[in-house]
């Protein structure tokens, strides 16, 4: 039995060549866009999450450069600031108030009337107005010498001589007065030691 082709011989080799020419089209377009490099745009870095924004120097207020080695809060880089020196404390003498001035001018007055009682009282103003006057307490401790009440005159050139602690001379004044007041009162011995301790001044 003879087998009757539907086609001719030649159309159907015809048919078999576009099939295999376009077989291979494809596969030939399939590896050259799987073997296609990727090129990346390069041109702008992308952004990272580590990167810190630049800030102009004008607007933050620190210095553009970095290489400045000063070193802010450093106290060896700190002006130091001059150091005053304190002028030593000095025993100046007691500044008296006008008003314990014309007190004691009233009571020395007063003293050479003969008046005691009244050249007492005035002492004793100046005393309540200048308590650390060293002078007041002069001139009352030698009122109540005159008016021969030795205890109360030596208690009160003792406080005369605590109040002017620093003062060579109102100190030997003082002492001098004491043994003065030792001696009218009959403390001989008294009298001597206070003379020793004015020699001191």
């Not at 030649?10 to 048919?15: I, M």
């Not at 100046?92 to 001018?105: E, G, H, R, S, T």
Request: charge should be positive.
């Amino acid at each position: 039995m003879v087998l009757t082709l539907k086609y001719p011989a030649f159309k159907l080799s015809r048919q078999l060549g576009l099939v295999v020419v376009t077989i291979l089209f494809s596969a030939c377009s399939t590896i050259s866009t799987v073997n296609q490099p990727i090129i990346e745009d390069k041109s702008t870095p992308a952004p990272t999450a580590n990167t810190a924004k630049s800030v102009p120097s004008s607007v933050t207020g620190s210095p553009a450069s970095t290489n400045n080695n000063t070193t802010y809060g450093d106290p060896e880089q700190t002006p130091s600031m001059p150091v005053v020196p304190v002028a030593p404390k000095t025993n100046a003498p007691f500044k008296q108030n006008p008003a314990v001035i014309a007190l004691i001018d009233t009571a020395q007055q007063q003293q050479q009337k003969g008046d005691l009682y009244s050249a007492q009282s005035s002492l004793q103003r100046a005393q309540r107005i200048a308590p650390r006057d060293p002078h007041v307490y002069y001139e009352l401790a030698s009122i109540h010498r005159e008016l021969h009440d030795y205890d109360l005159a030596e208690q009160v050139a003792l406080k005369g001589i605590s109040i002017a602690q620093g003062q060579p001379q109102q100190l030997r004044r003082f002492w001098s007065l004491i043994a003065q007041i030792r001696s009218d009162s009959g403390d001989i011995k008294g009298a001597r030691q206070a003379e020793q301790r004015a020699k001191h001044y």
